[in-house]
């Protein structure tokens, strides 16, 4: 379902639900206690299981409800990038929802939709509080209850549904955590649940630095300065190694890297203008211009860094955006090339670990999508995957985080992949991303060694 459909739906007989929450105007631009108040409609429905908060309706006598009169005529205060940074400070674990602005049926007039995820595998709490003191508490769980209203639990009920709904996410984890046990695998924890690693942030912040040091100089409109959109994958070894030397290390990424798909990522190119060097602690590769100045796609200007203690950081081009012919740059994002490309970078870095000698190490994975907004979910890259609807997205940025143990690997790839990803296609329309769509797409990419 497009989320035009799935807007007129829910906008076609405006009701408070418990999955469905409705507020006649918020002044988060100005009022704290307004901002809090909002956290917590979040962190209630994310508890219960996903759902939506609707901006701009009021309630009548008659409990019908119908376009606020005393909402602002300017809605310029709900972006995306204001509703998660409510969500940065008040809400704990992180979470990405979609903000949407939509014309009301039947006026000119319209509201806010914000989407709001569930699947969460710990209750979502209030990682601060309103000035008020009484909007919002620290750490606190809020749920939805009848009403509906968003309250604290009140009963051994509530607990019990909060509950019951943490374990229907965790299921296929617990699943994993036996199968691995009796493996003789110590299986990991999400990385959700785990605090920000400095040293992992450290390193994408250079990294990124770095990058922009590498393409301020070239021309405007140049494809390596990845101008319609770009990913970051960044991923930290857990574990005992001992600490290469940069000609080792070296010598381990390039014979490390297996090429499952014609261009892998962290590809050394060795004996080229291109091959790694040191720079500022960690090895650092970029395939800019040629030496004649010539462009090639977007999704081969890759940039890499590698430190000898196990962080590595690359940024690729989509390869949407100049790999698939007749296809407007910018426009598009294909329903199975992310899976392939993410899985594939992180079946590197579990390579490059184990050429490391850290085998039974963890492996720390972040992603992050840039311009994503405006983009629609196309199927060119298998061209057996159809797609019947239109799927787009209006969210500028995604990013996720998990954590996989190297001897899960490849195993435990598909699963990992789909936490990291699901929630990035639901952003497209509420597009559902098929698990056997993960498995047969990494199934086939690692079946070819080039």
């Known amino acids: 379902m497009s989320n035009e459909t799935q807007f007129e739906k829910?906008?076609?007989?405006?009701?408070?639900?418990?999955?469905?929450?409705?507020?006649?105007t918020l002044d988060i631009a100005g009022d704290p206690n307004h901002r809090a108040a909002l956290a917590k409609e979040i962190i209630a429905l994310a508890n219960h299981g996903g759902g939506f908060?609707?901006?701009?309706?009021?309630?009548?006598?008659?409990?019908?409800?119908v376009p606020s009169v005393n909402r602002k005529p300017s809605m310029m205060d709900w972006s995306t990038d204001k509703v998660q940074s409510i969500i940065s400070r008040y809400v704990d674990p992180h979470m990405q929802c979609s903000v949407t602005q939509t014309s009301i049926p039947n006026s000119e007039d319209r509201c806010v939709i914000i989407a709001v995820p569930g699947g969460h595998k710990v209750p979502v709490r209030a990682k601060s509080g309103s000035p008020d003191n009484k909007t919002l508490v620290p750490n606190r769980v809020y749920v939805r209850r009848p009403g509906p209203n968003s309250e604290e639990p009140q009963s051994t009920h509530d607990w019990d549904e909060l509950f019951s709904q943490i374990i229907r996410n965790r299921r296929e984890e617990l699943?994993?955590?036996?199968?691995?046990?009796?493996?003789?695998?110590?299986?990991?924890?999400?990385?959700?649940?785990?605090p920000a690693d400095e040293a992992l942030q450290k390193h994408i912040d250079q990294a990124r630095s770095r990058w922009h040091?590498?393409?301020s100089d070239l021309p405007d409109r140049h494809a390596a300065k990845l101008i319609y959109g770009y990913y970051d994958c960044a991923f930290q070894i857990l574990g005992n190694f001992d600490i290469p030397s940069f000609k080792e290390l070296r010598e381990i990424v390039q014979s490390s890297v297996r090429n499952h798909s014609g261009w892998p990522p962290f590809v050394s190119l060795a004996g080229s203008e291109y091959a790694p060097q040191i720079?500022?602690?960690?090895?650092?590769?970029?395939?800019g211009p040629n030496t004649d100045g010539a462009e090639h796609t977007p999704d081969h200007h890759d940039f890499w860094r590698i430190s000898p203690d196990g962080l590595l950081f690359i940024?690729?081009?989509y390869p949407e955006?100049?790999?698939?012919?007749?296809?407007?740059q910018g426009k598009y994002l294909d329903i199975s090339t992310p899976t392939r490309r993410v899985g594939e970078a992180i079946m590197e870095a579990a390579y490059i670990a184990r050429g490391l000698g850290a085998s039974k190490a963890n492996i720390k994975c972040e992603i992050h999508y840039f311009k994503l907004a405006g983009r629609e979910l196309v199927s060119k890259g298998n061209t057996n995957r159809m797609l019947f609807d239109e799927y787009k997205n209006r969210q500028d940025e995604y990013n996720s985080k998990s954590v996989v143990a190297v001897s899960q690997l490849p195993g435990s790839l598909p699963e990992v992949v789909y936490k990291l990803?699901?929630?990035?296609?639901?952003?497209?329309?509420?597009?559902?991303?098929?698990?056997r769509l993960v498995e047969e797409e990494l199934r086939d990419l690692l079946r070819y060694t080039h």
């Open 279 to 287: 720079v500022d602690g960690s090895l650092e590769f970029w395939r």
């Open 315 to 317: 940024r690729r081009g």
């Open 421 to 435: 990803l699901a929630p990035l296609y639901q952003l497209f329309g509420f597009f559902s991303l098929p698990k």
């Open 10 to 24: 829910l906008l076609s007989d405006v009701r408070e639900t418990l999955d469905i929450e409705v507020k006649e």
């Open 213 to 215: 040091a590498r393409t």
């Open 175 to 194: 699943s994993e955590a036996f199968r691995s046990i009796l493996e003789g695998v110590v299986p990991v924890s999400s990385a959700t649940e785990e």
């Open 321 to 328: 955006d100049g790999f698939f012919d007749g296809m407007e």
């Open 53 to 65: 908060v609707i901006i701009g309706y009021e309630e009548k006598e008659d409990g019908d409800f």
